[in-house]
């Protein structure tokens, strides 16, 4: 979560998308890394109650530690990402006195979009 109070400018947020450019498209791929290329981690977690292990186990929660990382990265710098199969991140941000997202998808290159904090992606609106 942001920090409290924490409102970006486009400037700012702005400053922030060649990270988002790199990063979200690394924690992409090692969500899907997780999710397909573990059978051996699904087979413990369904032998857990019995004592089963996995061979892969140390891969996966290296792999869950990157994840972890990355996204505690952006998160310290006010990032709120909303959607990491789609590529969504959001920025904590007053418009006419009013907080809202400035929204930001990949591959997009700059901010272009806004939202009402309660209307989320599908209320995009153009800055």
């Keep these: 979560m942001p920090t409290k109070n924490r409102y970006f400018s486009i400037e700012?947020?702005?400053?922030?998308?060649?990270?988002?450019l790199v990063d979200i498209p690394l924690i992409q791929s090692l969500m899907d890394n997780l999710s397909h290329n573990y059978p051996d981690v699904k087979k413990a977690r369904e032998k857990a109650p019995f004592n089963g292990g996995s061979l892969q186990g140390a891969d996966y929660i290296n792999c869950a530690l990157?994840?972890?990382?990355?996204?505690?990265?952006?998160?310290?710098?006010?990032?709120?990402?909303?959607?990491?199969?789609?590529?969504?991140?959001?920025?904590l941000a007053l418009r006419e006195g009013k907080e809202v997202y400035l929204c930001w998808k990949n591959p997009e290159e700059k901010i272009e979009y806004w939202h009402d904090i309660q209307s989320g992606f599908a209320g995009r609106q153009r800055i």
């Design 12 to 20: 700012e947020a702005n400053a922030v998308i060649p990270l988002l």
């Design 66 to 91: 990157k994840i972890n990382y990355l996204t505690e990265k952006l998160e310290s710098k006010g990032c709120i990402l909303k959607g990491i199969k789609h590529g969504l991140v959001d920025f």
